[in-house]
């Protein structure tokens, strides 16, 4: 069995500057920056797989020196439980430690165990501190402690262990009993077998517990309990009894009980032991290896991914075969990291090992999948130093010899496996051997940068100056080889041209000479397709091929407008296509169509300079960057790579070199030598990481514990525009080749390059909410299983809150609707007031028109109608008794002497009479009867509805009236009388015109007969 022993200590690169960041916190956990201690350890567990285990020790030394538990949550962080610095989060970049602010504890934050519940709640138990949880959605912390009084309170402050079982509930182990959570009720505790102090699990330490086929399994400093869930009934189990006990103090006690592989397994310091269900009793794991030693004292066991168990011993790391139920031989005391006391395990999904160990602090296995062999373990020891540099060309010939360079010189290893070597001459000036290919002879020609040289059939190197005498120029460097099968040597001149050169003529055909115009141009590398063309890779002058039959050059420009074409590294074609390597990924060109598809480091690739390509026969597609391999999957579009962790000797992979060895592997050459791929049929189920939001920054205030992994959210207050965000790629087993890229919706419409950089910055984000996307890749290209999002709220100012703005609004609406409304109660005021003086204007108008009205129809003295006045009303009265047919009688009086009376008593006293007549007419005429002054001293009524004998009877009524009311002028009472005049009409339709010409001549008649009378008219008889 092979044996590696420890190396020299080396440290590692990747973890070197682990606390590097932004700004220094001070809560940067103790163990940023690591110290590490290399130990590299073969495992032969299966072929060709190796651990670097590497110490995770403090910068400023001693801190975390115990670790004693190691937990992987759901999201993919690393917890580690140690005696000095508490409870840490591992993220594969910095440790973070998480006690701060949560460890209510004045001492030193030792923790003893941690979990993180399906729930999302931090549990902590520490040793002396009680239980603690963190809830992240409330932002609390609760504690629980022991108390004498309370049945039911923690069994002990000294938490030893936790187990979660399938119903949720959280059993808490103690040294003195044991606690149960439920799920539903976190705050509240149940002691088990709170009422029965004689229990032996009552008071009993739990070292360990696991859940198998419906039963909890104790691990107790008096055996192994086996409790069931529903019913609470023990049994109880001792590794070895009677006879075969160890005399031993603790022979009983039980540091650990797990679950591997369908089975369960109990350790102590008397060894390892594995239940057997049909003997009812826990059997011995045979340790046979030295029948001197005795079984090691176990404190852990982990179920490993293979078929077998990690043991965690006082003196290191041991491997039980789960198959066979015996030890595994690991190096030649049988275990790894001897001389170290394990106390804690945790395998991840990449098969990595996390050791957490007593007063040695945290051990990081990591897992070496040895993709890849270096070729200097093949070579003699006084050629491994050479073997172990830059190889830049590799060549396997014909008769199965493997051709390797170095700087300056030549590496050979013939068909019997013996090593030779060549070292060029120091007046040659070569330092690198660009191409090795082999002619029809079998010889091996070599593009160097010092020229063309050749190994002859007699193994001679040596210089070939032909060819630039026969161009007349000096030795050039040889960029590039190719051999047609004419036995043409196609040779690429730095800045000079392609040469097709016979070696055993002198004629020589040069094309290409384009390349002479740009300084530095030359040829990258030479291809040949099925359709005899030779396809030219060059530098600077862009992509060309060549037809092998007539030498005709084409050239390939695949570059639109005015830029410039890349470097063309390699051009390989590939059926029916070809692929071409630039800085910017590969291209697959389609000479045809002239399509053309990109694949940069979004693929997968881990560089975007791609310096090569190569087709394995079985293993695929190849391309050689500067940072490592990259295998195309099959059928897919993406990439998986490999680096230093698979192990390559080195990551910058060279161009040309790389090809098949002897035996068909698929070798390469790197910056430290060759490597060669142990295996084609390589894994392709490698695990997708995750990708999660590590730490938080506003302003300088860590928030990172603040935030709920279940629905990340980051808030900004009004005043705060500093965010400073930290991200990581779950994966590791290369973390410093993780790579990530990111956009901000709501300020990015794009994500930007791909960068290790794993933080980001934002200053002054305007209000409103934004969402970050994040997505990353792990070391080997694989994509995370699903982006990172997280939304990024900004609060505005108050005076920019949208129910600022709403009341802002409101309240100036309302000042709007109360200037209007005081403009409206002003205007309708004043509408108001106008209106009342239009009104009183128009009483006015109306009273005026009325009194004109008035005026123009009414007598002023008497107030009777006038002559218009009653003209009008006659009329329609006239008219409206023409239609009816009632009598309708006229009436025209004049007071008798009139003139004498105004003569004798003055006009005052002719005015008076002339109203007491419009008195008496007044009292004594019906009221549909109408009376007007006509004019003077004469008064005419209409008497509707009379006829002549009652018309006469009413002027009796006026004439008696008359007399017997006289005026009193000038102090005598003054007697007046009239003479009326009657005319009767049945029709009623003439005139008024003819009713007066006949009235006034019944009142002449009676005045002629003596006055104060009456005389009717009647039309047929005159009376």
């Known amino acids: 069995?092979?044996?590696?022993?420890?190396?020299?200590?080396?440290?590692?690169?990747?973890?070197?500057?682990?606390?590097?960041?932004?700004?220094?916190?001070?809560?940067?956990?103790?163990?940023?920056?690591?110290?590490?201690?290399?130990?590299?350890?073969?495992?032969?567990?299966?072929?060709?797989?190796?651990?670097?285990?590497?110490?995770?020790?403090?910068?400023?030394?001693?801190?975390?020196?115990?670790?004693?538990?190691?937990?992987?949550?759901?999201?993919?962080?690393?917890?580690?439980?140690?005696?000095?610095?508490?409870?840490?989060?591992?993220?594969?970049?910095?440790?973070?430690?998480?006690?701060?602010?949560?460890?209510?504890?004045?001492?030193?934050?030792?923790?003893?165990?941690?979990?993180?519940?399906?729930?999302?709640?931090?549990?902590a138990g520490s040793w002396g501190n009680g239980l603690q949880y963190w809830d992240p959605a409330e932002q609390r912390f609760v504690q629980f402690l022991h108390a004498p009084d309370d049945p039911h309170s923690l069994a002990d402050n000294r938490v030893q262990t936790f187990l979660e079982d399938s119903r949720g509930r959280l059993w808490v182990g103690t040294v003195a009993g044991i606690n149960i959570v439920d799920p539903e009720q976190p705050n509240q505790l149940r002691r088990f077998a709170a009422d029965q102090p004689e229990h032996p699990l009552y008071r009993q330490r739990i070292w360990r517990l696991v859940e198998w086929d419906g039963w909890i399994w104790l691990a107790t400093s008096n055996g192994v309990f086996r409790v069931d869930m529903d019913s609470g009934e023990w049994q109880r189990y001792l590794l070895e009894a009677g006879d075969e006990a160890v005399d031993h103090e603790r022979s009983d006690e039980v540091r650990t009980v797990a679950l591997a592989h369908g089975r369960v397994w109990a350790a102590s310091q008397l060894g390892a032991f594995v239940w057997a269900p049909a003997q009812g009793r826990f059997e011995r794991v045979e340790f046979a290896h030295d029948a001197a030693r005795a079984p090691p004292r176990i404190n852990e066991l982990l179920e490993s991914r293979s078929h077998g168990l990690w043991v965690g011993a006082h003196d290191g790391l041991y491997r039980i075969d789960a198959a066979t139920s015996a030890f595994v031989q690991l190096g030649q005391r049988g275990q790894l990291i001897p001389d170290v006391d394990v106390r804690a395990l945790h395998e991840d999904d990449e098969g990595n090992l996390w050791i957490g160990t007593r007063d040695q602090g945290l051990i990081f296995g990591r897992r070496q999948q040895q993709t890849f062999a270096p070729l200097r373990e093949r070579m003699p020891p006084e050629l491994a130093e050479a073997g172990g540099r830059l190889s830049s060309a590799l060549l396997t010939d014909r008769r199965g010899r493997l051709w390797a360079s170095f700087p300056g010189g030549i590496l050979r290893q013939d068909e019997a496996g013996d090593w030779r070597s060549w070292r060029f001459d120091p007046r040659d000036g070569v330092r690198r051997v660009e191409r090795l290919v082999e002619d029809a002879r079998g010889w091996i020609w070599l593009a160097t940068d010092g020229g063309l040289f050749v190994i002859d059939e007699a193994d001679n190197l040596r210089a070939e100056t032909r060819i630039f005498d026969l161009l007349g120029v000096g030795v050039l460097p040889v960029s590039e080889l190719w051999i047609g099968r004419n036995g043409c040597l196609w040779i690429g001149l730095w800045h000079y041209g392609l040469a097709c050169w016979q070696p055993d003529g002198d004629h020589i055909d040069l094309l290409l000479t384009e390349l002479q115009q740009t300084r530095g141009d030359s040829i990258y590398q030479l291809a040949s397709d099925d359709q005899d063309r030779l396809w030219v890779a060059t530098r600077y002058a862009g992509l060309f091929s060549v037809d092998l039959e007539d030498h005709t050059v084409q050239r390939w420009p695949l570059v639109d407008g005015d830029r410039h074409e890349p470097s063309y590294y390699c051009a390989v074609p590939d059926e029916g296509r070809l692929w071409l390597c630039t800085g910017d990924g590969l291209i697959a060109f389609d000479p045809k169509s002239g399509?053309?598809?990109?694949?940069?480091?979004?693929?997968?690739?881990?560089?975007?300079?791609?310096?090569?390509?190569?087709?394995?026969?079985?293993?695929?597609?190849?391309?050689?960057?500067?940072?490592?391999?990259?295998r195309q999957l099959p059928g897919r579009d993406r990439f998986v790579s490999y680096g230093l962790a698979d192990g390559l000797p080195g990551l910058g992979l060279q161009r040309n070199a790389v090809t098949l060895d002897p035996s068909g592997r698929l070798l390469v050459g790197t910056n430290r030598g060759a490597a060669v791929l142990q295996d084609p049929e390589l894994p392709l189920d490698y695990r997708a990481p995750q990708m999660v939001l590590s730490r938080v920054w506003i302003g300088r205030e860590d928030l990172t514990r603040q935030l709920d992994p279940h629905s990340p959210e980051v808030r900004l207050a009004p005043d705060q525009r500093d965010l400073m965000l930290q991200f990581a790629v779950l994966d590791f087993h290369d973390p410093g080749r993780n790579v990530m890229r990111l956009k901000l919706n709501g300020l990015d419409e794009d994500f930007g390059p791909l960068t290790t950089e794993r933080s980001v910055r934002y200053l002054n984000l305007a209000p409103g909410r934004y969402e970050l996307v994040v997505e990353g890749w792990n070391s080997r290209g694989v994509q995370a299983v699903q982006p990172l999002v997280l939304s990024i709220v900004v609060?505005?100012?108050?005076?920019?809150?949208?129910?600022?703005?709403?009341?802002?609004?409101?309240?100036?609406?309302?000042?709007?609707?109360?200037?209007?409304?005081?403009?409206?109660?002003?205007?309708?005021?004043?509408?108001?007031?106008?209106?009342?003086?239009?009104?009183?204007?128009?009483?006015?108008?109306?009273?005026?028109?009325?009194?004109?009205?008035?005026?123009?129809?009414?007598?002023?003295?008497?107030?009777?109608?006038?002559?218009?006045?009653?003209?009008?009303?006659?009329?329609?009265?006239?008219?409206?008794?023409?239609?009816?047919?009632?009598?309708?009688?006229?009436?025209?009086?004049?007071?008798?002497?009139?003139?004498?009376?105004?003569?004798?008593?003055?006009?005052?006293?002719?005015?008076?009479?002339?109203?007491?007549?419009?008195?008496?007419?007044?009292?004594?005429?019906?009221?549909?009867?109408?009376?007007?002054?006509?004019?003077?001293?004469?008064?005419?009524?209409?008497?509707?509805?009379?006829?002549?004998?009652?018309?006469?009877?009413?002027?009796?009524?006026?004439?008696?009236?008359?007399?017997?009311?006289?005026?009193?002028?000038?102090g005598t009472m003054v007697s007046f009388t009239a003479t009326f005049g009657v005319v009767v009409s049945q029709a009623g339709g003439a005139s008024l015109e003819d009713w007066m010409r006949q009235v006034d001549q019944a009142l002449y008649e009676g005045k002629r007969a003596g006055r104060d009378r009456i005389r009717v008219h009647d039309s047929a008889t005159r009376t």
Request: net charge negative.
């Open 795 to 970: 609060a505005a100012p108050w005076w920019q809150l949208p129910w600022v703005w709403l009341l802002a609004a409101s309240v100036l609406l309302v000042l709007i609707w109360l200037l209007v409304q005081a403009r409206l109660h002003a205007m309708r005021s004043a509408n108001a007031r106008l209106q009342v003086m239009v009104d009183e204007r128009t009483r006015a108008l109306a009273d005026a028109n009325a009194q004109l009205r008035t005026q123009s129809t009414q007598d002023f003295l008497t107030g009777l109608l006038n002559r218009r006045g009653f003209t009008d009303r006659f009329n329609s009265l006239r008219q409206a008794r023409a239609q009816t047919g009632e009598p309708l009688s006229l009436v025209l009086f004049d007071l008798d002497h009139f003139k004498e009376l105004n003569d004798r008593h003055g006009h005052d006293a002719g005015d008076r009479v002339l109203r007491q007549v419009a008195e008496i007419l007044g009292q004594q005429l019906p009221e549909s009867a109408l009376a007007a002054r006509w004019g003077g001293e004469e008064f005419l009524i209409a008497l509707d509805g009379l006829d002549s004998a009652d018309a006469v009877a009413v002027c009796e009524q006026l004439r008696a009236a008359f007399r017997d009311c006289p005026v009193a002028a000038d």
């Open 1 to 123: 069995m092979q044996v590696f022993n420890p190396v020299a200590v080396a440290m590692k690169p990747s973890l070197k500057h682990a606390c590097s960041f932004w700004h220094d916190d001070p809560r940067c956990a103790a163990g940023l920056g690591f110290a590490l201690l290399l130990i590299m350890i073969a495992l032969p567990l299966q072929a060709a797989t190796l651990f670097d285990f590497e110490r995770f020790s403090d910068q400023l030394g001693g801190r975390q020196s115990t670790v004693y538990d190691v937990f992987e949550d759901h999201q993919g962080f690393l917890w580690f439980a140690g005696d000095t610095d508490g409870l840490l989060r591992y993220d594969g970049y910095e440790l973070m430690s998480w006690s701060e602010g949560f460890l209510a504890t004045e001492t030193r934050h030792n923790v003893s165990t941690q979990i993180m519940s399906r729930s999302g709640r931090l549990w």
């Open 595 to 630: 399509r053309k598809q990109s694949y940069g480091t979004e693929r997968g690739l881990p560089a975007a300079r791609i310096s090569g390509l190569f087709k394995h026969p079985s293993a695929g597609l190849w391309a050689l960057t500067p940072n490592g391999l990259a």
